[in-house]
């Protein structure tokens, strides 16, 4: 099976530009999850998402948004981009009767300048 | 607020030997807690998971333990091998949803 994967891989924004990053889960998996990474505050989950529905959400600002699509492809939208948004942002999937063991991607490294 | 703390300085150990890794957590009453590695410039990949109703869980070279009373997790590598060499990260999840809480991570450097 392919792995879970993200696109794109590296993006540089500018500070107040938005910004869409992709995901599209293992095949089969049906729950995702997005998480930031930076070296400050490491590995922070942002939301989860399962059938189309936002199951859980961290402690993010309301411009951090996700969303969900019938075929389980996630994607996660950062508007009004900020310098410490500068981060890897992470997509995670799981299987529905296994819910904890988490499959991750490469990540987008997105750096705003 | 809750806290997971690993030991945020580096393992430095001689292949072969055990390396033995900690996470200890505060105001936090997890379901689960997993164990992954992660290399640079790649996402993290899932190791092993315990629940809190099981005191250890081996795979392999690996084993974890789980004690709720210290809320304390170990993680062992017996045998380490150069290809061990990653950062480690704890992470907890209570019983519903896939909200996972990390970790800082521990680097483990095997050293031939």
């Known amino acids: 099976k392919a792995g879970v994967t993200q696109t794109p891989r590296y993006l540089i924004k500018t500070r107040g530009q938005q910004v869409t990053l992709s995901c599209s889960p293992i095949s089969g998996h049906r729950s995702v999850s997005w998480y930031q990474q930076t070296p400050g505050q490491g590995l922070q989950f942002l939301f989860e998402?399962?059938?189309?529905?936002?199951?859980n959400k961290g402690n993010f600002p309301g411009r951090f948004s996700g969303r969900q699509f019938s075929n389980s492809r996630s994607e996660m939208n950062v508007s009004t981009l900020e310098l410490g948004d500068s981060a890897l942002y992470l997509c995670?999937?799981?299987?529905?009767?296994?819910?904890?063991?988490?499959?991750f991607g490469p990540g987008t490294r997105l750096t705003v300048t | 607020s809750q806290k997971i703390e690993q030991n945020s300085e580096a393992l430095n150990i001689q292949e072969g030997k055990t390396a033995t890794l900690t996470c200890n957590y505060t105001?936090?009453?997890?379901?689960?807690l997993q164990w992954y590695r992660q290399d640079p410039g790649r996402g993290p990949v899932f190791l092993l998971l315990i629940r809190e109703n099981e005191k250890e869980k081996r795979k392999e070279r690996l084993k974890v333990t789980f004690d709720t009373t210290l809320k304390q997790s170990l993680f062992h590598i017996t045998a380490s091998q150069p290809a061990d060499s990653a950062t480690y990260l704890c992470?907890?999840?209570?019983?519903?949803?896939?909200?996972?809480?990390f970790g800082g991570g521990t680097r483990v450097l095997v050293k031939p």
């Open positions: 992470a907890l999840a209570k019983a519903a949803g896939n909200k996972l809480t």
């Open positions: 998402y399962f059938s189309e529905t936002q199951r």
């Open positions: 995670a999937s799981s299987l529905l009767d296994s819910p904890y063991e988490q499959y």
């Open positions: 105001n936090y009453s997890p379901a689960y």
